[in-house]
C-alpha cells in the first residue's frame, strides 16, 4: 500500500467503467436467494443435530473418556488455519509492495473475517455444557493456553474485521450514487457505513495511516493465534503432540489451507460475476507459485515432525507412528500427504496448472486435504493413551465419528459460507478506488495485461 | 484391518476369560452373617457409604449405569449381586479384586455391613438372618478405649475397659488394631494385638513415621470383633511421628496454580500485550471517527458521486 493516494481517479472516466463492474454482481439477486435459501435450509438441518446434542449431551457424539477431542478441535484447527491468510495476503505480501495482491486482498480479509467468527462457534460445539462458556472469562486462568487462545482469536477476528471494513469505506462512498436499483435498506446501509466519506486528501491520509496500523498489528496476532492453536495441544506430553516446532508447523499448515481457500474463491468471483478483467491469468498465475511456496515450507516441517521421532522411535512415538505410517490411518495420513501436499507440489511447478481452473480443482484438494489433514493430528494421539487400556471398553479406544457429529460440523463450515456469500454480494468484493487509481495512475503490473 | 480384528479378538478374549474366572469366596467367609439386624436407619447410614464409595463404579442400584470396566461391575440390584450371600458381599467388600478395590481398612465392618443392608434393600425377596451374639454381649455400648504413648519406649498404649456390673472393668483378650490415618486411607501400625489381663495392648510404633509439621499423626484403635463390642474405637492425636513440613504445591505463584497466583511474568506479559494490542485497535477506531468528522467540516474538495 502507497504511502500517499493519487486521487485524480475520482474525476476519470475510467471510475465509472470500473464502478460499474464491480457493482454489478452487488445486489440482491434472483441466484442470490435461491444459494441462501439452500444454505438455510441446510443449516436448519444442522441446528436440529446440534439441538439433539444440547439435549443429549456428548453421549450423541462419537467422543469417550479417551478420545475426547475428536472432529470438533479438528475442525476448530482448521478454521483458524484458514483464517490466516487474510495476514498472509494483505499483510506480508502488501507490505512487501507486490501490487498483484490488490484486488485479492479483501477476497482474502473476508476469509479470514468468516472462518476467525466461525472459529470460536466450533469450539462450542466441543462443550458438553455449552451454557458455562462464560466460566472461561470468570474463572478463566492466564497460565492456561486456552485462555491466550480466547483471546488472540477474538481479538484477531476483530483486527480482520477493520482490515476488511475500513478499505471498504471509499468504494462504499463511491458506490452511493451508483445503486439506484438496489433496496432501500441496503443504500441507507451504505449511508451509514461510508462515515461522510467525501475522498478528501486529509481522510485518505487517515485511512491509509490506519489500513498501516491493522497491517502491522495482524501480523503478529496472526502468528500468535495459530501458534496458541498448536501449544493446546504442544504443551501435553503426548506422543504426535508433544513437538518443539508444533507452531511454525501449524502456522505454515494454515498459509496452505488459506492459499486454498483464497483461490477457490476467486475462481468463483472470476466465473460467476464476470470478472476475468480484474482477476486475470496473472493472479492465478501467481498465487499458484504462492501456494508452492507455502507448500514446499510445510513439506519442510512435515518432515521434521515425522522424520525425526521416527529415527528415534521412543516407545509411545513408535506406537503413534506405526498406527500413521502403516496401521489404522495409514490409508488417510499418506492420501493427505501425497495428494494435499506433495502432488499439488510437483503439478503446480508446471504453468499449465497455475491456469485458473486447474488451479481450482488442485486447491479443491488441497483444502479438503488440509481438513483431513487436522483430523489426523487430533485423533490418532489420542487412541493411544499413555492410560492403562486393559480394562475400558473398545468403544473408548477406536473413535468413530457419528452422524449427528459430521451434521454439526458441517453446520459450522455452512455458517462460513452464508457469511462469505452475504458479504461478497452485498459489497464490492474487488477495491474499486484502489483498481482506479492503478488504472488512471498507469502504475498497473506490466503482466497483468 | 488385520490388526484391529487381532486386537478385538484379544479383547474379547480378555473380557471372556475375566468373567468366566468366577470369584470364590471361602466357605466359612460366605456363610459370615450380619451382627445387627438391618434397619431404615442402617440403610439410610448405607446409602450415603454407597453413595460416597461405590456409585462411582457400579452405577445407581437398578439403573444398569455402572461404568464400562472389564470385568463390568454388576449393577447392585441385579440377580448377579444378589446371589451372594451377606457373608460373600462383606467378603468381597474387604478383601477386593482386579479393579475392585478393598475396603478393609477404610470403611469399618459396621460401615460395610450397613452397605449391604442398602444393597438388600433392592431385594424383596430378601430375608436377614443375624448372627448370634457372642462373647461379653450388653457390654458393647459401654466400651471405652484409652490410647497413650510412651516416649522412652516408642510405644503407644490402648487400654480397653467397660462398664459391666456397675464398675469399670478392664477387657482381656480382646483384639485390638491400631490405625495411623494417611491421605488415602489407614495405614495398620505394628499388628493387631490381644489385650492382656489389664486390658492392655502395647504397639510398638516404627520412629520414623511422618507427622504433620508439629509430628502430630492422628491414630485410631479398633476393636475388631464388631460383633462383641460394637464400634468401640478411639481417635485422637498424639506427637508420635517425625514433624514434617512439606510446603503445598499451590503455595507459591505457579503454573498449576489459580489465576490470584499466576506468575508474576506471565501476568505482566499478558496484560502488557493485550493493553497494547488493543489501544493501536481503539486508536484505529478513533480514526474512524475521525474520518467522520471530517467529512462534516470539509465538503470542499468533495467529489459528487
Redesign the interface.
Known amino acids: 500500500m502507497s504511502s500517499e493516494v493519487n486521487t485524480d481517479f475520482l474525476h476519470d472516466k475510467r471510475l465509472d467503467a470500473i464502478a460499474a463492474d464491480l457493482l454489478r454482481p452487488v445486489g440482491i439477486s434472483k441466484g442470490f436467494l435461491i444459494w441462501m435459501g439452500f444454505l438455510t435450509i441446510s443449516l436448519m438441518g444442522c441446528i436440529y443435530a446440534y439441538y439433539i446434542q444440547w439435549d443429549k449431551g456428548l453421549i450423541v457424539t462419537g467422543l469417550r473418556d479417551y478420545v475426547s477431542w475428536g472432529m470438533y478441535i479438528a475442525n476448530f484447527i482448521f478454521f483458524v488455519a484458514t483464517s490466516l491468510v487474510g495476514m498472509l495476503i494483505s499483510s506480508v505480501l502488501g507490505l512487501i509492495g507486490f501490487k498483484w495482491v490488490k484486488p485479492i486482498a479483501r477476497i482474502a480479509e473476508i476469509i479470514a473475517v468468516a472462518f476467525a467468527a466461525v472459529a470460536g462457534l466450533v469450539i462450542v460445539s466441543d462443550m458438553g455444557r455449552p451454557e458455562r462458556l462464560p466460566y472461561v472469562f470468570m474463572y478463566g486462568r492466564i497460565q492456561s493456553p486456552i485462555l491466550w487462545d480466547v483471546t488472540v482469536v477474538t481479538t484477531y477476528m476483530v483486527l480482520s474485521a477493520l482490515l476488511y471494513f475500513i478499505p471498504l469505506i471509499p468504494d462504499l462512498a463511491i458506490s452511493k450514487g451508483r445503486m439506484g436499483h438496489q433496496p432501500k435498506w441496503l443504500q441507507a446501509t451504505y449511508e451509514f457505513l461510508s462515515v461522510n466519506w467525501n475522498h478528501s486528501s486529509y481522510q485518505y491520509k487517515i485511512l491509509l495511516k490506519a489500513v498501516r496500523i491493522l497491517l502491522i498489528l495482524i501480523i503478529p496476532t496472526a502468528f500468535a493465534i495459530h501458534t496458541v492453536t498448536s501449544w493446546l495441544l504442544a504443551v501435553t506430553l503426548r506422543p504426535g503432540w508433544d513437538s518443539s516446532i508444533f507452531g511454525p508447523y501449524f502456522l505454515t499448515g494454515a498459509f496452505v489451507a488459506g492459499s486454498a481457500a483464497v483461490v477457490i474463491m476467486m475462481y468463483f468471483v472470476r466465473t460467476n460475476y464476470k470478472l476475468d478483467k480484474y482477476l486475470t491469468v496473472y493472479h492465478f498465475d501467481m498465487m499458484g507459485k504462492l501456494l508452492v511456496l507455502v507448500s514446499i515450507v510445510y513439506l519442510y516441517f512435515n518432515i521434521n515432525e515425522f522424520l525425526v521421532p521416527a529415527y528415534k522411535l521412543k516407545t509411545a512415538d513408535a506406537i503413534h507412528l506405526h498406527e500413521l505410517f502403516v496401521g489404522e490411518h495409514a490409508m488417510l495420513f499418506w492420501s493427505v500427504q501425497l495428494l494435499g501436499l506433495i502432488l499439488p507440489i510437483i503439478l503446480l511447478l508446471f504453468k499449465f496448472f497455475r491456469k485458473p481452473f486447474p488451479m481450482l480443482v488442485i486447491s479443491i484438494v488441497v483444502l479438503v486435504a488440509a481438513w483431513f489433514k487436522r483430523y489426523i493430528i487430533v485423533v490418532p494421539t489420542q487412541e493411544n493413551p499413555f492410560l492403562p487400556k486393559q480394562f475400558v471398553p473398545h468403544a473408548w479406544m477406536v473413535y468413530q465419528p457419528t452422524v449427528i457429529e459430521t451434521a454439526i460440523t458441517m453446520g459450522t463450515i455452512l455458517l462460513a459460507v452464508i457469511i462469505i456469500t452475504i458479504l461478497f454480494k452485498l459489497f464490492p468484493v474487488i477495491p474499486i478506488w484502489e483498481m482506479a487509481e492503478e488504472e488512471c495512475s498507469g502504475e498497473k503490473d506490466k503482466h497483468q495485461e | 484391518m488385520k ?2 480384528y487381532l486386537s ?1 479378538l484379544l ?1 474379547v478374549l ?1 473380557s471372556f476369560r475375566l468373567s468366566a474366572q468366577e470369584w470364590v469366596v471361602p466357605a466359612e467367609n460366605g456363610a459370615k452373617l450380619s451382627p445387627f439386624a438391618f434397619s431404615d436407619s442402617t440403610r439410610k447410614a448405607g446409602a450415603v457409604l454407597f453413595q460416597t464409595n461405590c456409585k462411582s463404579c457400579h452405577g445407581d442400584p437398578g439403573k444398569n449405569n455402572a461404568i ?3 470385568p463390568p461391575p454388576p449393577d447392585p440390584a441385579s440377580a448377579k449381586m444378589q446371589g451372594n450371600s451377606d457373608g460373600a458381599l462383606f467378603f468381597k467388600l474387604v478383601s477386593g479384586k ?2 475392585m478395590p478393598s475396603f478393609k481398612n477404610t470403611i469399618s465392618s459396621t460401615d460395610l455391613w450397613r452397605v449391604i443392608s442398602y444393597i438388600r434393600s433392592f431385594n424383596e425377596k430378601y430375608v436377614q438372618q443375624i448372627a448370634p451374639k457372642s462373647g461379653i454381649a450388653g457390654a458393647a455400648e459401654n466400651v471405652k478405649v484409652l490410647l497413650t504413648w510412651s516416649k522412652e519406649t516408642n510405644q503407644v498404649q490402648a487400654v480397653i475397659s467397660a462398664m459391666k456390673e456397675k464398675r469399670i472393668q478392664p477387657i482381656a483378650g480382646a483384639e485390638v488394631k491400631l490405625f495411623a490415618k494417611r491421605y488415602f486411607g489407614n495405614l495398620l501400625i505394628d499388628e493387631a494385638r490381644n489385650t492382656d489381663a489389664q486390658g492392655k495392648a502395647i504397639f510398638n510404633f516404627p520412629k520414623d513415621l511422618p507427622g504433620d509439621s508439629a509430628g502430630f499423626v492422628q491414630l485410631s484403635a479398633r476393636l475388631t470383633d464388631d460383633a462383641a463390642f460394637g464400634e468401640a474405637k478411639a481417635d485422637t492425636t498424639l506427637a508420635v511421628g517425625v514433624p514434617t513440613y512439606r510446603p503445598p504445591l499451590n503455595e507459591q505463584r505457579a ?5 490470584q497466583k ?2 508474576i511474568w ?2 505482566l506479559a ?1 496484560i502488557f500485550t ?1 493493553l497494547a ?2 489501544s ?2 481503539f ?3 478513533l ?2 471517527r ?7 467540516n ?2 470542499q ?5
Open positions: 490388526k484391529r478385538l479383547i480378555i464400562a470396566l472389564v482386579g479393579p503454573m498449576w496454580n489459580v489465576v499466576t506468575p506471565l501476568l499478558y493485550v494490542v488493543w493501536f485497535i486508536y484505529v477506531l480514526q474512524i475521525a474520518i467522520y468528522k471530517a467529512g462534516i470539509k465538503n474538495d468533495t467529489i459528487d458521486s
